[in-house]
């Protein structure tokens, strides 16, 4: 399927889903009152509905091969949450994006090159909570996988990143069981495994879950667990992971820690992320430092990439972002010397 093709039919099935996501939000039931009277509504109106049209521009320096690249947004976010005459029975997230690349050199795997368009999913599911008073919900559609500091961070569309390309994944189609209990949070994931697409080439899979204390408190520590055939460039490749995470808040302080080990098709692996970060007293500055180490066992002997990143972003309003980073490798897979990279990036959400 050529880029066009593809990006027709991409379009074509957001705007199947933006259809139905709209028509349920904007056709409320129609109660019949006294002539001359203003319809009422039954319930389901719009007053828990929030949206925004997000645009975003990004550019990329890599000093090893002295290329500049760029990643162009354009997406609607929708946020709704639907409620009956007992309490919320569930939350609708659709967040889908027309992205460009130009230039870029490594592309995700379903761009067809460097310079392409494509319909990006980001977080588009139903959390279906009526049940058991949030202790046992269904979740449906497109979703970040449930491993490490992302599930209680959202990083989405933002250059600060945590550890899912360790793991070759960020978001999938499928379905999780989630709630919150007393004092612990957890999710569980059965998905199809190929990412951004639902693709059946060499029959990818994934399940995945975590448990931790709940995301409101000072300190959390959770525990994750994947396994699965995540699709990528080159087909499927097999993994398994184990993970340890913790976020602790002091005041406009903020500490991060994960720490994961598995295997990629049989290779050991081990990776490793620290973040120390701080907002100012308005939280319209956030600064951080990151530190990263992956390592694999090779045939002769562990092999290992490690990198800092220093990175802030301005958020002056609830409309603008600017933000930018650093990132300074320390040790390079296979002596690869790719040299230093600067991300900046402007975001605006209407």
Sequence with gaps: MNTVSSTLHGVRAGLACLVLVVSSLVIPVVVAGPAGAPPESSGNDLDNLRWAIDLSTRGSYMEGTDNWSGQYALGLDVHKVFSGPSGDIGTLLFQSYLVRLDNNTYPPYFFDDGDDWELVWRITNFNY???AQGRFNIRVGHFEVPFGLEQNINTNGTLRQFTFKDRGIKADWGATINGVLTALEYEIAVSRGSGNDIRST??????AGRIGSRSE????VGLSLLRGKILGTNGTTERTRAGLDLAWYRGLLEVLLEVSGGEDAG?????GLAELSLRNPMETLHGWLQLRHYQ???ATGWD???SATLGMAWEPDQHWSLSSQWIEPLEQLNGQDEGSKFQLQARYRL
């Design 296 to 298: 694999r066992d090779t």
């Design 217 to 220: 408190r000072n300190l959390i």
């Design 129 to 131: 909570t009526a049940l």
């Design 202 to 207: 060499d029959d990818p899979f994934l399940v």
């Design 304 to 306: 290992a990439s490690s």
């Design 267 to 271: 290779t050991d692996t081990v990776n």
